[in-house]
């Protein structure tokens, strides 16, 4: 199973984790490569509040509401409104993808994603970076040496103890195969290595995820019931292998 970190995450996810690197398995289909960044604008939302809306679209109104919201500006993500509540939304774009996922460039992503207090502390910094190296136009080889000195210098940080983030958007686009939003998930950052500890991806697990670089935070994705907007959500594959 593939794709499920552009969640992103983050970071990607990061993240995005990363959000993209377990998901929906590939099908036999020729796929569109992309060995290098689009033009910038591509990854742009030409209208700021349709950005915020679907930033928002991440997690239920009772939290999204009142959560801090960043959009894409020039040089890297910028606050667009101020939260009360710890959260933080956003959209995530292709490079939150795994650093090696095949899509990691990918124009057409649109991850929408609302971190907790814990992850805004550990895992968005690490985004928020990597989307600065991106817009100052660094190679994915830069970026990889680059998050390979951060983490060994402890700049980017181990995903403190709770950190989460939901992603029930479905609206969002997550990867070709997916050619949509998948599932709605919520997502468990992890240190490196933590995937087996939580039976992610064995057969029948409802915990989707596997560790992937040594220098990339362990995801695990638990598909849920329903999406932000309380309407109900198709029901996962039954096998989670990857």
């Not at 591509?42 to 915020?52: F, H, M, T």
């Not at 956003?90 to 993808?97: D, K, L, Q, Y």
């Not at 190296?133 to 000195?149: D, F, M, N, P």
Request: with cysteine.
């Amino acid at each position: 199973m593939k794709n499920q970190r552009r969640a992103v995450g983050i970071l990607a996810s990061t993240v995005l984790a990363s959000l993209t690197s377990s998901g929906p398995a590939r099908s036999q289909t020729p796929k569109t490569t992309y060995p290098e960044m689009a033009p910038i604008e591509q990854y742009r939302i030409a209208n700021r509040e349709v950005e915020i809306a679907l930033a928002r679209s991440a997690a239920p109104p009772s939290i999204s509401r009142d959560a801090e919201v960043l959009v894409l500006g020039r040089s890297g993500y910028e606050t667009a409104v101020k939260g009360s509540n710890g959260f933080v939304c956003f959209v995530e774009r292709s490079w939150a993808a795994g650093l090696e996922d095949p899509e990691f460039w990918n124009p057409k992503l649109r991850a929408p994603n609302c971190f907790n207090a814990a992850a805004a502390r550990t895992e968005l910094p690490q985004y928020l970076k990597r989307t600065e190296w991106v817009l100052a136009g660094a190679t994915r080889e830069q970026i990889i040496e680059r998050t390979r000195a951060a983490v060994a210098s402890h700049d980017f940080k181990v995903p403190e103890a709770g950190a989460l983030s939901f992603m029930l958007s479905k609206d969002g686009y997550l990867s070709d195969d997916a050619a949509g939003p998948w599932l709605p998930h919520v997502m468990f950052f992890l240190p490196h290595g933590s995937a087996g500890d939580w039976g992610a991806s064995k057969e029948g697990s409802p915990v989707i995820g596997r560790d992937g670089s040594t220098i990339e935070t362990t995801i695990l994705f638990v598909p849920v019931r329903s999406w932000s907007d309380g309407s109900p959500a198709p029901p996962p594959a039954q096998k989670h292998l990857m």
